[in-house]
Protein backbone atom coordinates (compact mmCIF):
# COMPACT_ATOMS: atom_id res chain seq x y z
CA UNK A 1 0.00 0.00 0.00
CA UNK A 2 1.22 3.28 -0.93
CA UNK A 3 1.81 5.65 1.44
CA UNK A 4 1.13 9.54 1.06
CA UNK A 5 2.85 12.16 3.22
CA UNK A 6 1.37 15.88 3.17
CA UNK A 7 3.46 19.35 4.24
CA UNK A 8 2.98 22.34 3.75
CA UNK A 9 0.43 23.71 5.96
CA UNK A 10 0.99 26.59 9.06
CA UNK A 11 -1.14 29.94 9.67
CA UNK A 12 -0.95 32.35 6.73
CA UNK A 13 -2.66 35.76 6.63
CA UNK A 14 -5.62 36.62 4.66
CA UNK A 15 -4.29 37.09 1.01
CA UNK A 16 -1.53 35.21 1.37
CA UNK A 17 -0.06 32.29 -0.61
CA UNK A 18 1.03 27.87 1.40
CA UNK A 19 2.49 25.71 -0.91
CA UNK A 20 1.38 22.12 0.21
CA UNK A 21 3.15 19.13 -0.90
CA UNK A 22 2.35 15.21 -0.51
CA UNK A 23 4.91 12.46 -1.31
CA UNK A 24 4.18 9.25 -2.13
CA UNK A 25 6.21 6.63 -0.59
CA UNK A 26 6.64 4.89 -4.32
CA UNK A 27 5.74 6.10 -7.88
CA UNK A 28 2.01 6.03 -8.60
CA UNK A 29 0.11 6.03 -12.10
CA UNK A 30 -2.83 6.85 -10.14
CA UNK A 31 -5.14 9.95 -10.48
CA UNK A 32 -3.95 12.55 -7.16
CA UNK A 33 -6.15 14.69 -5.58
CA UNK A 34 -6.45 17.04 -2.50
CA UNK A 35 -9.68 17.35 -0.20
CA UNK A 36 -10.45 19.08 3.23
CA UNK A 37 -11.88 19.02 6.04
CA UNK A 38 -12.74 22.14 7.91
CA UNK A 39 -14.19 22.22 11.94
CA UNK A 40 -17.62 20.84 12.03
CA UNK A 41 -18.08 19.95 8.43
CA UNK A 42 -17.77 17.32 6.15
CA UNK A 43 -14.80 16.59 4.29
CA UNK A 44 -15.17 17.79 0.44
CA UNK A 45 -13.00 17.86 -2.88
CA UNK A 46 -10.50 21.06 -3.65
CA UNK A 47 -8.01 19.57 -6.96
CA UNK A 48 -7.55 16.59 -9.01
CA UNK A 49 -4.76 15.45 -11.80
CA UNK A 50 -4.65 12.63 -13.74
CA UNK A 51 -1.17 10.86 -14.29
CA UNK A 52 -0.15 12.84 -16.87
CA UNK A 53 -0.79 16.45 -15.93
CA UNK A 54 -2.84 16.82 -18.75
CA UNK A 55 -6.12 16.89 -16.74
CA UNK A 56 -6.95 19.49 -14.01
CA UNK A 57 -10.19 19.47 -12.09
CA UNK A 58 -11.04 22.11 -8.83
CA UNK A 59 -13.99 23.17 -6.81
CA UNK A 60 -15.69 26.16 -7.65
CA UNK A 61 -14.56 27.68 -4.46
CA UNK A 62 -10.97 27.35 -5.39
CA UNK A 63 -10.47 27.83 -9.28
CA UNK A 64 -8.53 30.70 -10.12
CA UNK A 65 -6.86 30.34 -6.57
CA UNK A 66 -5.74 27.31 -6.59
CA UNK A 67 -3.50 24.87 -8.73
CA UNK A 68 -2.82 21.58 -8.84
CA UNK A 69 1.03 19.99 -10.01
CA UNK A 70 2.65 16.82 -9.94
CA UNK A 71 6.63 15.86 -10.27
CA UNK A 72 6.23 12.21 -11.41
CA UNK A 73 10.28 12.02 -10.65
CA UNK A 74 9.80 12.65 -7.60
CA UNK A 75 6.55 11.02 -6.81
CA UNK A 76 5.18 14.52 -5.54
CA UNK A 77 1.78 16.76 -5.97
CA UNK A 78 1.74 20.11 -4.89
CA UNK A 79 -1.05 22.34 -4.19
CA UNK A 80 0.01 26.04 -4.52
CA UNK A 81 -2.49 27.72 -2.33
CA UNK A 82 -3.51 31.75 -3.56
CA UNK A 83 -5.80 34.48 -2.17
CA UNK A 84 -6.27 32.31 0.72
CA UNK A 85 -9.47 33.68 3.11
CA UNK A 86 -10.64 31.91 6.16
CA UNK A 87 -13.03 29.66 5.33
CA UNK A 88 -10.18 28.03 3.23
CA UNK A 89 -9.34 27.48 7.10
CA UNK A 90 -9.29 23.12 7.17
CA UNK A 91 -6.98 19.80 7.52
CA UNK A 92 -6.06 19.32 3.75
CA UNK A 93 -5.63 15.69 2.88
CA UNK A 94 -3.87 14.22 -0.35
CA UNK A 95 -5.38 11.00 -1.58
CA UNK A 96 -5.04 9.00 -4.90
CA UNK A 97 -7.26 6.65 -6.78
CA UNK A 98 -7.10 4.92 -10.68
CA UNK A 99 -10.10 6.90 -11.19
CA UNK A 100 -10.97 10.79 -11.86
CA UNK A 101 -14.64 10.30 -11.41
CA UNK A 102 -13.98 8.20 -7.60
CA UNK A 103 -12.19 11.22 -6.56
CA UNK A 104 -14.09 14.19 -8.11
CA UNK A 105 -17.30 12.68 -8.25
CA UNK A 106 -17.45 10.38 -5.07
CA UNK A 107 -14.94 11.46 -2.69
CA UNK A 108 -13.18 8.70 -2.47
CA UNK A 109 -9.57 7.32 -2.64
CA UNK A 110 -8.32 3.70 -2.25
CA UNK A 111 -5.05 5.73 -0.24
CA UNK A 112 -4.86 8.89 2.05
CA UNK A 113 -2.28 11.10 3.68
CA UNK A 114 -3.02 12.12 7.13
CA UNK A 115 -3.69 15.56 6.74
CA UNK A 116 -1.74 19.06 7.10
CA UNK A 117 -3.54 22.32 9.37
CA UNK A 118 -4.10 24.75 7.24
CA UNK A 119 -4.97 28.13 9.22
CA UNK A 120 -6.03 31.62 7.55
CA UNK A 121 -6.15 34.56 10.19
CA UNK A 122 -8.25 37.53 9.36
Known amino acids: QVQLLESGGGLVQAGGSLRLSCAASRRTFYVMGWFRQAPGKEREFVAA????????TYADSVKGRFAISRDNAKNTVFLQMNSLQPEDTAVYYC?????????????????WGRGTLVTVAS
Open 95 to 111: ARDPSLQSIVQMGRADA
Open 49 to 56: ITWSGANT
